[in-house]
């Protein structure tokens, strides 16, 4: 298996459930939620309207910020797509970077990019 194969992932989507703030059993933060993306689109030379909502996690310090929002706020988020478990084939969002499209309006304004090790 290649290491270097695309597996990138970006949407603007709201925060519509956050589930609450877990650690694995070595102590890493988890924080799961679920993100709606609803825009127009072209396709076929037509505008479409689309709407889709997915599953999303994030780790470490990611996941302390993730748990401080509040479902509505909007944020562009990107990540990898990996299979939810070795039973389940559902797609889940692997988040890397939060930016919360809101600004201060809420009172709330963050952007974090996890960086990779390697």
């Given at each position: 298996?290649?290491d270097?194969?695309a597996?990138?992932?970006?949407?603007?989507?709201?925060?519509?459930?956050?589930?609450?703030?877990?650690?694995?059993?070595?102590?890493?933060?988890v924080?799961?939620?679920t993100?709606?993306?609803?825009?127009r689109?072209?396709?076929?030379?037509?505008?479409?309207?689309?709407?889709?909502?997915?599953?999303?996690?994030?780790?470490?310090?990611?996941?302390?910020?993730?748990?401080?929002?509040r479902?509505?706020?909007?944020?562009?988020?990107?990540?990898?797509?990996?299979?939810?478990?070795?039973?389940?084939?559902?797609?889940?969002?692997?988040?890397?970077?939060i930016?919360?499209?809101?600004?201060?309006?809420?009172?709330?304004?963050?952007?974090?990019?996890?960086?990779?090790?390697?």
């Open positions: 298996m290649s270097s194969g597996n990138r992932f970006c949407v603007e989507a709201t925060l519509v459930e956050l589930q609450p703030l877990r650690h694995t059993p070595a102590g890493v933060p924080a799961a939620c993100l709606r993306h609803e825009s689109q072209v396709e076929a030379g037509a505008p479409r309207d689309v709407m889709v909502e997915l599953q999303a996690v994030a780790l470490g310090e990611l996941a302390a910020m993730l748990a401080a929002a479902p509505g706020m909007t944020m562009r988020a990107s990540g990898f797509m990996a299979a939810k478990s070795l039973r389940s084939r559902i797609p889940v969002l692997h988040l890397n970077e930016e919360f499209l809101e600004g201060t309006k809420n009172g709330f304004q963050a952007q974090v990019q996890v960086q990779e090790k390697g």
